[in-house]
């Protein structure tokens, strides 16, 4: 499926995970995990995960009770640790914009091209721009 760990990652996350030796044996944590990571991607409620991941209730519990017994920190901290931190990344699909910059208009952009990224009075400081009257924040 789409959401689903690799034989890889999960090489990779597995040992980081707790381990309950005693009580009643747990379900598939793998699958469980695919579960997590299916909701968190996908932005579905857990009411919409689908059968193949197990019960939802069951991948809601393990999610929220991990989140306060700070095992989803340990697994970034491990895995972070791996990499080179000058190294960073921003995944643009996750990148919001301000509710006022959805307002540019075409015009204004293209004139803020022609004269830079802004401009400056005679001491060198940031002019602020008119307000584009056809965007509805600026009434």
Not at 78 to 107: E, Y
Request: hydrophobic share 35%.
């Amino acid at each position: 499926m789409r959401y689903e760990l690799s034989d890889y990652e999960w090489t990779a996350i597995k040992p980081m995970l707790p381990n309950k030796p005693r009580g009643v044996r747990r379900v598939n944590d793998r699958r469980v995990l695919n579960g997590i990571f299916w909701v968190l991607r996908s932005g579905a409620p857990w009411r919409d995960l689908p059968a193949a991941f197990g019960p939802r209730t069951t991948c809601y519990n393990r999610f929220v009770r991990w989140r306060r017994a700070g095992v989803w920190e340990q697994i970034m901290d491990a895995l972070a640790a791996g990499h080179d931190p000058a190294v960073q990344m921003i995944d643009t699909s996750v990148v919001r914009v301000h509710q006022h910059g959805a307002c540019i208009a075409d015009n204004n952009h293209q004139e803020s091209l022609a004269r830079g990224p802004y401009e400056q009075d005679s001491r060198g400081r940031g002019l602020q721009r008119p307000a584009n009257p056809s965007c509805p924040h600026a009434r």
